[in-house]
């Protein structure tokens, strides 16, 4: 993961996925993949995200949204984590699909999220001057 972020950079894109994503076809192939995802449970998406936005400036959050029904619970829990300054922009799911192919998405985290719509679509922003 350290790896990746580092050669990634400002628009470069992080993909956390839930245990239902398609990994393979759902995503850059040139994609860097951590696969977290050894047991169904396992690495939570919101617990990656805590440790990524430590890690990284987060200029976007895109999320995939259900065509119908209420938001997905786990979208409050996103908004808790990341910066204030982040709002969730939601797209509907082969949208996101078709943005999580984009060649800027430089890292995909596959875990073993079972809540259902737990997928975050991160953009890396600019790292603040001191």
Do not use: W
Not at 29 to 57: M, Q, Y
């Amino acid at each position: 993961i350290l790896a990746a972020l580092g050669s990634a950079g400002h628009g470069s894109q992080v993909l956390i996925a839930d245990g239902n994503y398609p990994f393979s076809t759902g995503a850059n192939p040139a994609a860097c993949r951590v696969f977290l995802n050894l047991t169904r449970g396992s690495a939570p998406v919101d617990e990656v995200l805590k440790v990524l936005v430590d890690a990284i400036p987060v200029e976007a959050a895109h999320v995939m949204m259900p065509a119908e029904g209420p938001e997905p619970p786990i979208f409050a829990v996103f908004r808790s984590i990341l910066p204030a300054a982040v709002s969730l922009q939601p797209l509907g799911r082969f949208a996101f699909y078709d943005a999580a192919r984009d060649p800027n998405v430089a890292l995909v985290i596959a875990t073993g999220e079972q809540r259902i719509y737990a997928n975050l679509l991160l953009t890396i922003g600019v790292v603040p001057q001191d």
